[in-house]
């Protein structure tokens, strides 16, 4: 997801140095303008403010605090924005490992997947030093839609937890619906389309039931990370606040990667419900 | 909610007669200019089509079928809408009854509460006689913003159990969000303006949501009807479909209910959650 | 499961009148010295207490109060002792019509399945007319080991429906804890003997332990009956008491039951949470 | 649980050195005979084999491998035997150090709480060095009814948990028996009665029962560990096993939590199921 975010920023003008594991996966971007530098550290030293935007935590600490990290480049004045989904320790690790530069941090996990990201509507959910958030706003307005400073460092990721909660058991609502009403003999896609016409109507139903009905999962975002999300609902477990539909949704995901759908769109956890049923032909 | 259907049918131009249990309740629609007949029976007689709504299974069945109820003043030609929402047997028995008199029947339960009914904004799930459908539809078009034919009687039904299901477990998974995201330190406020921007927004959430934060849960869809709906969900039990988050939910509408809030709002079944810990001040 | 019974009645000495839709059936039991009247009419008629013992609600009223029914041979001085499972309002139907004969009326269904039959170790759960419950109290000794009596009519129904709730949710946890031994490495057959030195060893659990192991499910109580005793937690959706576990368990027997297993034992619920994995294989 | 298990090794002649945090907690087992040491390491020093009981994984950690812990004063020859329950991270930790001086390790978490312990009734789920559990068997007997050998060490920590897995559901299983047959009209104290008297019958139940009907509930096992435990059903969600009902009982016992029950016996969730409807007095 960091390609399309940066080549918004190119084409908004902006001077951007990159870095990846695979120098390959930049070459669109150096082709579009873009400096590569060989390390994260050499991208710190030479910019102002640095964006990172990892798959897994495990990364995002390596990247940041790491051999050649990008913590090694920072120092006063510079900003460190961590827009990867890290887990509350993580992302508190990172900003103490950059602050402890003189730089500033911000985390900055971002709402939204590929599509959003390429349009430029993503939604970024920024906690940290609120300096910096003001100096980076133009640059967030650039590749999101809009934009949320919640305080201290953590907010950010507790705000994408609590949305991908949410999410993630509106889609096991919205799979059971649509293969009760098969069962009972509805059309499914009459389901979609009556639930587009009401209150409950939301843009991920739209976007991916059709689909859905038709049994595939082009990966928006991966079902791993939904599940790995709702793990992360330790929140829940420490606050102990109930979540009685997301601990249920939770069991189906679990199904859903024991039935190898990890990598598919979470969308997928539609299977679980109904491999049940495939299975009867075991 | 059949009293905003009448009147826009009335200021649409179109000749009604109404009948209601407590004829005080048609006073603002004789205003209007409507005519009053004494019993279901005379309305259905003096009718070409009469438009049935009923707050449960027993009354609607009672209306059609009982001692001076539509079906006695029904005959070939005629025409029965029964826009309540009924359990699959009950709309069924209705069916036969008025059918046998030579009359046709369409069972078209709304999806949309007070507000849409007022506006005209409601969606008609209707299934049964099409001819009767086809002939019914400009009105239909007056009262909503939606009609879907969906073949035999019973599919009306069902779609909207489906669709209440669905929405009965969005809720429930949105007052958990809420709640946790309070827990962990966040304004609740800001989840739900959060969620109003990504690919989980839907109208629900942005109409209930400020109110449900402020514990306020004005009426629009009664509680007590959401968990019947629920409950209604027997049809996933004799089709066998698994519908945990469903089930899970419908757990937390019982408790909602055991509180006293039968008659609030469904979405005062965000207090099930919150009245455990609630509780911890006994 | 009524042949045991009446069998050890026949061994106590008893004078035994039987019928059976499938007069073969009682073969043995005529074998044993039993008579037999093609009706259960005539075997009303023909003894002082009349016991029946169904498969279902459907059946028990129609033996009971059906076209040649007992109801038929009754008469004041009479009893009928209804020892199948019914839900409570059959139960009510069978007794208002046993009574209206004169005749005095005791529902007793039994907790315990096959084996406790032949072996005389019986439950029954008793209510409804307490002259009549002691009446037979000596025979209620031979056919089981334990008698309660619970007070009115549906008492009886009621308890047999709590604790099969409880068990059928006890069965759940414990395939949970077998699979999940198995997943993380340790031998299930291990778990199954631990759990038996301990505060949560059930005989259930030891009898049917060994057998899960090995997939193996030889039918005792019928899994569509266990998943039809919970849907009949009617009760819990009437009163408005949460039951989680029972309802997150239901949702596994109505897998099972997509899975083909209905008329296995109710321990092949473990299926619906291997099914899942094994449905990885496709 | 320390204190009856080394009384009972005192009363079998063993030879003990004891230690505590708090010496005057020894007073009773020195007034046996026993000696005391200023230390783990002391204790471990003058020992052959050393026992560890503590009450959570980072105190069982802290007097193993922390500043004059265990390990210090452990060498080739002598066993150091961990009879806490810990998570399996905590357990090889221990285990690692522990070895690394040259001594064996046994972990040996029990099953059974207080009343088992007084009696020399625990049970004894151990992995690790099998030459120490031959060892230490004569002692595990001195102190346990039975023991178990599981192998690699983590295995005693899996078992354990899913032993308290299956029992946390369990006794959420049996609450919602008792709180439904109180609401229809059924005796509680009749369903422990019934169930003691069948298949599912179960120590727990018949011990626990009576005072939860009686809603006290004298702590035996402390309710906040049996919700850590179910926490630490981590390894279902790292080897997907869904185990729905475990996981919709954990929300209660995270309810019971918030209603400041976590330092009573964990059969007090059963108020979590009931606190619902005394906040309807709110």
């Known amino acids: 997801m960091g390609a399309p975010m940066a080549s918004n920023l190119i084409k908004a003008g902006c001077d951007i ?4 594991r695979t120098k390959s996966k930049c070459d669109p971007l150096l082709s579009l303008g873009a400096k590569f530098e060989s390390s994260p550290a050499r991208v710190a030293s030479s910019c102002d403010v640095t964006f990172a935007m990892l798959a897994d ?14 913590a090694e480049g920072m120092a006063a004045g510079k900003g460190y924005v961590d827009v990867s989904t890290v887990d509350d320790a993580t992302s508190k690790l990172i900003g103490k490992r ?5 730089a500033s ?25 609120e300096s910096l958030y003001k100096r980076v706003a133009p640059l967030l307005d ?3 839609k809009s934009r949320f400073y919640l ?4 907010n950010g990721t507790a705000m994408k937890l609590v949305v991908n909660m949410v999410m993630g058991s509106m889609m096991v609502s919205f799979a059971e619906g649509l293969l009760l009403s098969e069962k009972v003999g509805l059309d499914p896609n009459t389901v979609v389309e ?3 016409q009401g209150a409950i109507n939301a843009p ?15 990966t928006a975002f991966p079902l791993k990370h939904q599940q790995k999300s709702k793990a992360g609902a330790g929140p829940a477990e420490s606050v102990s606040q109930p979540i009685p539909t997301a601990a249920a949704a939770n069991e189906l995901y679990k199904v859903a990667k024991s039935l190898g759908l990890a990598d598919q769109d979470f969308s997928a956890v539609i299977e679980a419900l109904k491999a049940k049923v495939q299975s009867s032909q075991h």
């Open 194 to 196: 009556v639930i587009s």
């Open 57 to 70: 935590p495990e990364s995002a600490f390596e990247v940041a605090c790491g051999a050649n990290g990008a």
């Open 142 to 144: 650039v590749m999101g």
């Open 204 to 218: 991920m139903f739209s976007l991916k039931g059709p689909s859905m009905v038709k049994a595939a999962y082009p």
């Open 105 to 129: 941090f911000l985390e900055a996990p971002v709402s939204g997947s590929k599509k959003p990201a390429e349009d430029g509507l993503l939604i970024f959910l920024t906690a940290g030093d």
């Open 151 to 154: 305080g201290d460092v953590g």
């Open 17 to 20: 140095t990159v870095w990846n």
């Open 98 to 102: 950059i602050t402890s530069t003189g």
